[in-house]
């Protein structure tokens, strides 16, 4: 571990709760323009697509303000660069064009976020940024998959990109799901230090999409 790396963990460990309450705090800060920018665009162009993301980000940030602190956090410096980008980074895709949503990929949207809001539901308050150890979840969307939170997201927010097709969000998007397929490993590779997590690793196969990965 260079010395950099040091430095910063200590400085986390010392001040976890603080980091806890910034993560958060930026989150909140993050969500609030992005639901604005997608309410005025719904108001201004009905564009359903945007609406429904705006409501579901709302559980999102209410899950992420009540989280308690973990029993064990990731200090390593890599996944405290890679986990906040990529929670943070689906907060920058925004509207454009004229609308256009079509039934499929609005129903696609549905999909992906009533199954990383039912992943919410199932950890109840044990969401969080980071990978940590905030206790063992197995019910609900997580005797299907193992991370059916980020299969939700990945799922919800390749639909509306394809509805608000531009550079800009095919690049967030490709960056987001690279990024998430990151932190799953990372959260795994905490959680299996936990004897609990790796018998439930052992009886649920599949990580992200049954029959695939």
């Not at 509207?95 to 992943?119: K, R």
Request: glycine share 4%.
């Amino acid at each position: 571990m260079t010395s950099s790396n040091r430095s910063l963990t200590g400085l986390i460990i010392s001040h976890r709760k603080w980091w806890e309450y910034l993560c958060n705090t930026v989150f909140a800060i993050l969500s609030a323009v992005f639901m604005l920018a997608m309410l005025v665009d719904f108001m201004t162009n009905h564009r359903l697509s945007s609406l429904l993301i705006c409501v579901f980000e709302g559980a999102m940030v209410w899950f992420a303000a009540t989280r308690p602190l973990p029993k064990e956090t990731n200090l390593s410096l890599y996944d405290w660069i890679i986990s906040p980008i990529g929670a943070y980074l689906p907060l920058f895709l925004r509207p454009v064009g004229e609308p256009h949503d079509s039934i499929f990929l609005l129903a696609a949207q549905l999909i992906g976020q009533f199954t990383y809001v039912a992943a919410l539901f199932s950890l109840n308050k044990s969401f969080g940024v980071v990978a940590a150890n905030r206790g063992v979840k197995t019910g609900g969307m997580y005797r299907v998959m193992r991370h059916p939170f980020y299969a939700g997201l990945i799922v919800s927010n390749a639909a509306y990109v394809l509805q608000n097709m531009s550079v800009t969000n095919s690049a967030i998007f490709v960056t987001f799901v690279v990024l998430s397929i990151m932190r799953l490993v990372e959260e795994e590779r905490l959680l299996r230090k936990d004897p609990d997590y790796a018998e439930y690793a052992t009886r649920t196969r599949w990580r992200l999409l049954p029959f695939v990965y």
